[in-house]
């Protein structure tokens, strides 16, 4: 007889777990579910089933500017957002 399970056992942040698990729930799947969906891509694609980089310079520099909040731009109506996006 094969057996039909197998037990992961992950440490992670309980807010990312439980956001995402929010996601799950949003899409009608268990957490269960959407771990064997993850492994099944990786199975097909025989890799991670998205890209994963290091960052450049420049998307690194961004991405640490944004996390701290400085140099974000505001707008008060979505007219002003595409006003400055010159749309």
């Known amino acids: ?13 309980p807010e990312l777990k439980q956001g ?8 009608g799947l268990t957490s269960t579910q959407a771990i064997t969906l993850f492994y099944k891509q990786v ?3 025989r890799g991670l089933p998205f890209a ?5 310079e420049a998307t ?3 991405l640490a500017q944004a996390k701290a909040r ?3 731009k505001s707008f ?11 749309i």
């Open 1 to 13: 007889m094969v057996n039909k399970t197998a037990v992961i056992s992950a440490r992670i942040d």
């Open 20 to 27: 995402a698990e929010k996601v799950f729930h949003e899409l």
């Open 43 to 45: 199975e097909l694609e």
């Open 52 to 56: 994963v980089r290091v960052p450049n």
């Open 60 to 62: 690194a520099k961004a």
């Open 70 to 72: 400085r140099g974000l």
């Open 76 to 86: 008060n109506t979505l007219d002003d957002l595409l006003e400055d996006l010159g």
